[in-house]
Structure formats: C-alpha cells, structure tokens
C-alpha cells in the first residue's frame, strides 16, 4: 500500500471517505501503530497485536488494556 506525504497512513484508503475524516484519522492511527512503554518492565517495547491486546516483546508479558494506545 502507498502513502502519501499529506495523509500518511491513512493513504491506504484511497480516494475514499474524505480528506477532513482522515485528517481526523492520522493521528489516532499513528499513534496506536507506535511502540509504547511496558508498565512491567519498563521498556519500550509494547505492541498492539489487535484492540485492546498488547505484548511486550522483551518480557513476553501479554495484557489487556486500553483498546488503541496506553494512557
């Protein structure tokens, strides 16, 4: 899939839905897709592997939490 330098990675959806919706979009999704902070050890390491589903790929913890990005 490409992306563009305007709408990032919302560039996978095309010419669909609008440029304000993904406007509104790309930081949401930038910001779940980035790696966050394990609260168990404390590393930067944590993935979301689908919604509310993250594993630290150092300690191998897998939890539950917040379905797009840690708070």
Do not use: H
């Not at 990032?8 to 669909?16: A, E, H, L, S």
């Amino acid at each position: 899939m490409t992306k563009t330098k305007k709408v990032k990675v919302t560039g996978k959806f095309g010419v669909r839905y609008g440029t304000k919706v993904k406007e509104k979009l790309k930081p949401i999704e930038a910001k779940q897709r980035k790696k966050q902070i394990c609260p168990f050890c404390k590393r930067k390491k944590l993935k979301r592997i689908s919604s509310g589903i993250w594993v630290c790929k150092r300690c191998g913890k897998k939890f539950a939490s917040d379905a797009y990005y840690l708070s």
